[in-house]
């Protein structure tokens, strides 16, 4: 324990953290004054005893981290890190809670304040992002001991435990023994419908032991009991849940423990009450220096924590390398990636765009130690895992491969919350049709402009057997439609290894990469310049243009046969290889013109059409599925569903004929 609990200074804190809540839900007409009215108490213990952060160096490595995954409680993270002197978070930024242009958004929003370590709001991302950070603090210090050692401290509330990625994310992280890692759960017993009885019935501790942690409890309200129950966590060889016992909305006399408090404004009249049963005297949007000066002592020992870490850094004889892990730069794999693509043109290998993407991962992996992977239990198909990595295990994080089990969701949040550690760049892999498991997790890291990278393969009806289930059609539009998502679907073992070089150089958004299962011919004869990265590009130029045939991933093999059956026919048809839509539409103008043409166009892919309008016009062809796949061998599902040379052909004439 840093300080010993003050019940009087605490309740300063927390009643601080009250009304700040109040005033400003009140003000805005709209936000949750229940949840940090409720964990006001276990706040302000938490921070004023135990908690390491300052925030004059909001982003220093070693920083304790805090994540409020219950995110509708917004206002108790924006009270704390007012009260703590965040230079982003004045007072104005209070009076200005859920309105445009303000950084006090209504869900914590990661990038636009200080101390907002990742988005919450979807319920259970919080704690499942959190065990991704546990789990890189783990591994970095296996590698630093020196100069890493922080908990992960975690607010989640009854929603965030009933969403089922909890389940995932607290499996995975008792299984690891994350003991750096400790959740205080508010266990009011109520949701927004009602008490908690109306929809469950689940023993939390009991689920909680059953996968691996350690559970205590404590009143919520009575600080002693906070901080005793922090104290023995801190100290435990595996993550801890504190079921804190609070009351929704603690300190509104006539609101507190009902569901009515949870999403609405309390009203002046009831605000009035709060503050006499309080003893809260100070105007609304005003606090007392004492409640200023405790907080501030908060992040005076923070600072220390931070000056002393410094210390620690300047002398440490892996200063350079955990310096280079911050960071996270690509440049060392230029030189090695470069050698490796003109291998790639001398050996022109047939191969899967999943065993491209594990040949040049291993290139990857060599020149980038903060690299690190893993698998939702498909490693062997995925490929994800190169020579030498070791696996990482309970109570061993030297590895750098992580098994994260059959958890998709909570792999992809994990991933993100590695990613917003810092000091490693994730990847991990699932199949494609599977991105649905993830897509809440992926939706997360664009918003946040976090670089996780997620690689998935089976990309199409060309996994054959496996059928429909297996076969994903419509997800390479749903996943374009994501903003800020990068998707890559390279069509050889060039643009794969390319499509590496920028996942590994991204920094301000993720990447995903969808790989096929069936081998494909190297197409690409020069390797002088990432072609992958302008999106779209004439991989087959012709002289007169008759037809554009624009293709991505394995079906632009199937376009550069047709063109070549064209071709004898007399019909010039240039091929573009289309492998990512988003970076094609970042391209100028001119640009896109000059690839595209203005002859008839031909769209291939073994998806639906949906968002391949960005390219094509009313007039041009698209020849790809229109509905859900069938279990057969690859060949002839690609011809039962006519996304054939043959096909292409057809409609290249009947498009002169128009």
């Known amino acids: 324990m840093n300080v010993q609990p003050n019940s009087t200074t605490e309740r300063l804190m927390a009643n601080a953290i009250r009304a700040l809540t109040m005033d400003a839900v009140q003000k805005a007409n709209s936000g949750h004054p229940g949840m940090p009215m409720g964990m006001a108490d276990v706040a302000a213990v938490l921070f004023n005893c135990f908690i390491t952060l300052d925030p004059q160096a909001h982003d220093w490595p070693d920083r304790d981290r805090f994540v409020l995954s219950a995110g509708h409680g917004s206002m108790l993270i924006y009270a704390l890190n007012h009260l703590l002197a965040y230079s982003d978070m004045g007072m104005d930024q209070i009076r200005a809670f859920r ?138 060889d595996r993550p801890v849940l504190i079921a804190c016992q609070t009351v929704i909305g603690y300190g509104a006399p006539n609101k507190q423990g009902g569901h009515d408090v949870h999403g609405a404004p309390l009203g002046d009249a009831e605000i009035a009450a709060a503050r006499a049963h309080l003893g809260w005297t100070d105007d609304p949007f005003e606090m007392p220096v004492e409640a200023y000066a405790a907080f501030a002592r908060v992040a005076e ?52 765009t999943r065993k491209a993407s594990e040949m040049a991962l291993a290139v990857v992996n060599d020149a980038l130690p903060f690299a690190v992977g893993g698998s939702a239990d498909l490693t062997g198909s995925n490929l994800t895992r190169t020579k030498g990595m070791t696996t990482v295990k309970p109570g061993d994080f030297a590895g750098r491969y992580i098994h994260f089990g059959i958890r998709e969701h909570s792999m992809a949040a994990a991933m993100n919350g590695i990613a917003l550690h810092g000091g490693f760049r994730p990847y991990g892999g699932t199949f494609l049709a599977f991105a649905d498991y993830c897509r809440p997790s992926i939706r997360l890291a664009a918003l946040m402009g976090v670089p996780t990278i997620f690689v998935m393969t089976h990309d199409s009806i060309g996994l054959g057997e496996d059928g429909p289930t297996h076969q994903p059609v419509e997800h390479l539009a749903s996943l374009r439609a994501i903003p800020n998502l990068t998707v890559l679907r390279p069509c050889d073992a060039v643009e794969t290894a390319e499509a590496w070089e920028i996942a590994m150089a991204t920094r301000d958004g993720p990447i995903l990469m969808a790989l096929s299962r069936q081998n494909l011919p190297t197409f690409r004869k020069d390797c002088s310049q990432n072609m992958t990265a302008t999106g779209g590009y004439l991989l087959r130029w012709v002289e007169k243009r008759h037809v554009t045939l624009i293709a991505t991933g394995s079906e632009v093999e199937i376009a550069m046969t047709a063109a070549d059956q064209l071709a004898a026919q007399g019909i010039e048809a240039a091929v573009v290889s289309l492998p990512s839509m988003e970076l094609f539409a970042a391209r100028s103008d001119e640009y896109r013109r000059a690839v595209l043409g203005d002859a008839p166009r031909i769209g291939v892919e073994a998806a639906i059409r949906m968002g391949w309008d960005s390219v094509l016009r009313p007039s041009d062809r698209f020849i790809g599925m229109s509905g859900f796949g069938a279990s057969a061998p690859a060949p002839e599902l690609y011809r039962h569903f006519g996304i054939t040379a043959d096909a292409i052909v057809l409609a290249a004439k009947e498009l002169r004929k128009a």
């Open 99 to 236: 309105q445009l242009g303000s950084r006090t958004a209504g869900h914590p929003e990661y990038g636009h304040a200080q101390g907002i370590e990742v988005t919450t709001g979807p319920l259970g991302q919080g704690i499942a992002t959190a065990v991704g950070m546990a789990l890189a603090e783990r591994m970095a210090a296996a590698r630093f001991p020196d100069l890493v050692n922080h908990y992960t401290y975690v607010m989640a509330g009854d929603g965030c435990l009933m969403e089922g990625i909890s389940q995932e994310a607290i499996d995975l992280a008792g299984h690891l023994k994350l003991n750096r890692l400790i959740v205080l759960w508010d266990d009011n017993r109520i949701t927004i419908d009602g008490g908690t009885e109306l929809s469950t019935s689940i023993d939390q501790q009991a689920r909680f032991r059953a996968s691996g942690w350690k559970t205590l409890d404590c009143d919520g309200h009575t600080p002693t009991e906070i901080a005793d129950a922090i104290a023995e966590a801190r100290t435990s």
């Open 301 to 352: 020992r923070g600072a220390k924590a931070r000056h002393a870490w410094t210390a620690r850094l300047e002398t440490s004889p892996d200063r350079a390398a955990f310096v280079e892990a911050q960071l996270a730069e690509s440049t060392a794999l230029a030189g090695p990636m470069a050698a490796y693509k003109a291998q790639l043109l001398a050996d022109r290998p047939k191969v899967a």
